[in-house]
Each structure stands twice: as structure tokens, then as C-alpha cells.
């Protein structure tokens, strides 16, 4: 099961001072780098052609994650989850007649993996274009399956290193009740991280403790 969450910047501090504050905070817990990690997010709205009159056209979400590299996600909002083979991406420039690539959206996050036990954390650098906009945070409990099994164990431990930033309960979570968490389950959290931030004017400055 994991979390998936934005940290705002630390007050005074750039993005990656932060994300360095947060590393500096895993590793006095006693967690060793495990590598690195890529997750990124391509938009594509329905051509116009297909839309009806008057009403915004479908956005569909192109999503890779470097933890499931034989695989594809596509999201729409509020809606299913498909996950697929690399050769979607493929696809996808076929459909270029139904679908369109909107090249400026194209957002993603980049980071560090951490081992602490049976925790899996991921800190990431979201950015857009070249510019650095947010941090993103995803914490995984390795041996448990359903969400809402372990949600109190994740929550304590993001609390130890995330202070008074540890997120409330995903709402994917909710939906889930006794089923097996997805890797899709976790794109969607990763979409709903990356549209948030899309949607600020500027990265948020707060104290962090």
C-alpha cells in the first residue's frame, strides 16, 4: 500500500534545499538510498472535431512510472484506469486524430528511493518544462496489500519524518475498503498530485517542522 503526497517548501529554502532536508531526515532514521526513481504525466485532450458543441472535450492522462517499466497507464479523471504495454505510447500517436498531445502540460517527478525496514519512501523533484515545482512524496508499507490494513502504520511513520505535512487518508483508499491495492491505484494518486500542483500559481512557502 502507498502514499502519495506533495510537501510544501520549506520557508526560506528552494525546492531541492528542502528535498535535501527530508533525505537528511530519512537517513538519521537509518534508511539507505536504494537507487533512483521516474514517474511522468503526458495530457491529451479529445480533438476538437470529436467534441460536441459547447462542452470541453475529455482530458486523458499518459503516465509511466519507472517502478513498472514494461508498463503504460492511462487515466482520465474520475474515471478508469488503464494499464497496458509500452507499445501504448505507440498508440497513442496513431490515435493522434482523436487524441492530442498537450506538449506544454507535460509534467513529472524524479528522485531518490529510500529503504527503512519494510518501508519503501520516494522523495521526487516535480517539475514542468525546466522549472522546479513542487516535491512529491511517496511512502510505501512493503508487506501488506489492503489499503486500509495498514493505513495507521504508514500514517505513524510518515510522521516521523514529515511532521505536521503528514497527508490525511488518500481517497483512493476509501474507495478500496477490503481489495488488493493496484499499482494503478497509485497512478491515480500521482495524477491527482501532479493536476494539484499544475493548478498553482506558484509553489506554496511554509514552515516545515
Known sequence: CRSVSQVPV??????QQTVELLARRLEALGADKQGTFGVDCETYHTAAALGTQGQ???LMYVM??????????????????????????TLMVKLKGFFQNAKANKIESRGTRYQYCDFLVKLGTVTMGPSARGI???????????????????????????GSHTPGIPSVFGSKHDSTYSPGDTM?????????????QQVPVAGIR
Request: charged share 20%.
Open 10 to 15: 520549506a520557508e526560506g529554502k528552494s525546492v
Open 56 to 58: 470541453t472535450g475529455k
Open 64 to 89: 509511466h512510472n519507472s517502478e513498472y517499466p514494461l508498463s503504460c497507464f492511462a487515466l482520465f479523471e474520475n474515471g478508469p484506469c488503464l494499464v497496458a504495454d509500452a507499445n501504448f505510447d
Open 136 to 162: 512529491s512524496v511517496e511512502v510505501e508499507y512493503c508487506p501488506c496489500v489492503i489499503a486500509n490494513d495498514c493505513w495507521n502504520l504508514l500514517m505513524e511513520f510518515m510522521q516521523s519524518f514529515m
Open 188 to 200: 491515480v494518486q500521482y495524477m491527482e498530485l501532479f493536476n494539484k500542483i499544475r493548478k498553482q
